[in-house]
């Protein structure tokens, strides 16, 4: 009996990003490709795809990939430079070859040994990357290579096509020969009866060979009598590059294809689902150990959700090598530790990844006799989750639900420096898995509620007659800020944290004023805002014979509206999540000036989505002025567009209003 293993599991995340590779033939280049310095099909390119062509042949135990590249631009050049990762234990590069020819048709081939760089080694794994670089590229240059990646005859592999590119694509061609159980003279067949099968990372059988896809259209797979899978694509356009969008993972054609013990997609997550609860729950095993920590950490007169606050401050205090660092084999024996296993092992250690820590909180929770289940969700960062794509690892992190008094309490003990009943971004309105009282399935998690993102800005600035200015800002932070800023301070020192938040005060500084952050309060408290006090100098206003002219909105003076100049969208726009921003400076104004005009009262609403709001007050000596920007939406999809951009170029406009100072008259008789 001859026992494949499949690598689909193992690999996916080594091809995504990179093409499974080529066998095709080198080609002459026409005089038209030779002398082509544009392209009217993809005008301003920087470079375009002339030929792609992809073949798998699982049976044979090799992926190729080939490519035909014209170069219009500098930074097309960067395509000169091929990156090859592959699973070093498993996979062989080989059979690379290149060669640039310039326009006047001279060739200049790949010469030398290319790099063979380490970019991943753990214990069970080497993810190794072939690194070449076609020479004497210019611009107006073909570039044209080809590769190959071979497996052991014992594995069996799947590919991913991925349709479309950073550049246009003119013509592509995919193909694919799965493994010999499932051509159409054996797809029928027992397969453990014939001896030669597949099994995935759990030793279950595989009985089918499932795809899926996001196409062009007018593009299908087509499938022929020996079992071959084909695609053919022209004329595909670049991967859209705009702002705010939504994971690439999420809209890009792109083509997967899988061995599977399931022959549908709700067989198949339905079989997922069971598995994963069942794992969860062994690994948050409450045992003694647990029981007795729990003890340790509560009270009996303890309500249940101070309990759970309670337990979730002791695992957050843990060592989160998600953000530190992992401990090596040799440590964990010199320690006399062990890989967590269980639940009790991270506590043990007292460290662990986020996905351990959560675990943990699942299994103390539980030990506190509190109804708690978890739920495992999609990185919105990274994508967004898909039912048809039959991949249980699209699924990155775990949440932990907590049933008190009849409600649903979502925490996110995993994320280092996440407040209680917080979930970072990432997380919210994330699709995937979760546990129930009566069974798993699939669920969305909650929402994060705009007005849980807050960041305050209130300055107070000291104006002289010529426009100089000193004063300080404080800006108060809560939610996802105040988050991203906590996780970078336990990556740098204070020094290293000081430098990376000046920088981001470049784009919110006028220009001719200097922002230096002085100090941070409650860096390490995150149930408390985040508070960054600020201080400023420089020139801010200009000043005429009679007047003196200052910006109306401090923190807007340089105008970044976003989309304001983009006039259509082609994808949804992702904001991350919903804020509120507020901004209050008072000016101290210089003796002898007063105001002669400002901002007016101003509210600007996109209903249901966001709205803005201005309210100025002035006294003698100063002038107060105070700017709200409350957006409540997350995500605004491309029909949506020009509302949500003719509302940002009201902002835009309002934001151009000037605080204008004139001399005071001179009494009579002076």
Known sequence: MRNHKCLRCVVAFVLIGVPVLAKAQFQAPTDEELKMTADAKAPGAAAVYLNIEEIADDPTHYQTFYARIKVLTEKGKELATVEVPYLKSAFKVTEIKARTIHSDGTVVP????????????????????MVFTLPSVEVGCILEYKYQLSYDDNLSSSPMWEIQRPYFVHKAHYMFTPFKAFMPNTRNNNLEATGNYLTDAHGDVINSLLWWHNLPKDAAIKTDLGGHFSLDVVDVPPA???????????????????????????????????????EVDQFAEVSKALRSAVAGLTAPTDSE???????????????????SRKKSESELKQLKLKEAKRAEDTWTQKSGTSEDIAM??????????????AMKVVDHDQGIFDVSYMNINQLDDTL??????????VV?????MCPFQTVSWKHASAGGLRQSAKEVGAAVSPEETYTNNSTTRTGDISVDAHGGITGTVQIAMAGQEALRWRQAALQ???????????????????????GHVDHFAALDQPNEKLVATVTMKGTLGAATSKRLLLPGFLFEARGHQPFVSQENRLESVDMHYGERLTDQVTYHLPAGLTVESAPMATTIPWTGHAAYIVKTAASPGKIIIARTLARAFTLAKPE???????????????????????????????
């Open 412 to 416: 996110d003990p995993g994320e280092k």
């Open 640 to 670: 949506e567009y020009q509302d949500l951009r003719g509302f940002y170029q009201k902002i835009a406009t309002a934001d151009q209003a000037q605080v204008v100072l004139t001399a005071a008259p001179e009494a009579k008789g002076n």
């Open 110 to 129: 790949l010469v030398g040994k290319p790099e063979d760089l380490l970019i991943i080694k753990s214990t069970d794994r080497e993810i190794g990357r």
């Open 360 to 373: 943990l909180y699942l299994a103390m929770a539980r030990a506190a006799g509190l109804q708690a289940y």
């Open 492 to 514: 740098n020192d204070e020094t290293e944290l000081k430098k990376q938040f000046d920088h981001s005060l470049e784009t919110i500084m006028p220009e001719g004023v200097e």
């Open 400 to 409: 932990v639900i907590l049933s008190i008094g009849g409600n649903d309490i």
């Open 240 to 278: 859209p590059d705009e702002e705010w969008m939504p994971p690439a993972n999420s809209y890009l054609y792109k083509v997967f294809f899988y061995y599977k013990n399931a022959f549908t997609a709700q067989e198949f997550w339905v079989h997922e689902a069971k598995r994963w609860s069942k």
């Open 305 to 323: 959700i101070d309990k759970a606050k309670k337990l979730y401050a002791a695992v957050q205090a843990l060592d989160n090598t998600d953000y």
